[in-house]
């Protein structure tokens, strides 16, 4: 379950990323914005790998967004997360009003061989600062990386998360 929340949580505040901040840091978050909808409405498969900011063991979690559902992988074994890709953007609706973001292109670089606009994104909630960095397809407006540091409060602490997303040959893995 871990897994699935910090992807969650990642995907979550990306896709929200300062949508209430002020008209120019919105302009300037608008393709982070698009591509993020896009990673959550076009088939994709995450790869994510966890480390707390104390130490600890790296913690890998997947998961697959197609046909409008949401899967992961937990302990090895694939289950339907029961949260469809609507009710992912309907929550972060409701999360926008509170979140202050904002975000500034780096540089182009390429990823895998594939040209990308990497973003500076830095957004704060009541329940959570980010840090990221997330690299856009040039081509086809999605994410193809992103590096993450996250801090969730007392209880699940400090968190950096490193992320790629594939785009071909997805299908449910049930």
Same mark, same amino acid.
């Given at each position: ?26 302009? !300037? &978050? $608008?393709? =982070?914005?698009?591509?993020?909808? /896009? ?11 966890? #480390? ?49 973001? !904002? &975000? $500034?292109? =780096?540089?182009?670089?390429?990823? /895998? ?11 704060? #909630? ?49």
């Amino acid at each position: 379950m871990f897994g699935n929340y910090v992807f969650t949580v990642s995907v979550l505040s990306l896709l929200v990323m300062g949508q209430a901040a002020p008209a120019r840091a919105a302009d !300037s &978050c $608008q393709p =982070v914005f698009d591509a993020l909808q /896009k990673l959550v409405t076009t088939p994709s498969h995450s790869y994510t790998t966890s #480390t707390a900011a104390k130490g600890g063991s790296p913690r890998t979690a997947e998961t697959i967004m197609v046909r409008g559902q949401k899967y992961i992988r937990v302990n090895g074994k694939w289950m339907d997360a029961r949260v469809t890709t609507q009710e992912v953007m309907e929550q972060e609706k409701e999360k926008e009003k509170s979140g202050k973001s !904002s &975000c $500034q292109l =780096v540089r182009s670089e390429s990823v /895998k061989g594939e040209s990308a606009s990497l973003y500076h994104l830095q957004r704060e #909630t009541e329940d959570f600062k980010e840090d990221s960095q997330i690299w856009i397809s040039t081509a086809r407006g999605v994410p193809l990386r992103e590096e993450q540091d996250i801090e969730m409060g007392a209880s699940i602490g400090k968190r950096h998360n490193s992320a790629h997303f594939e785009y071909t040959n997805i299908h449910p893995p049930m």
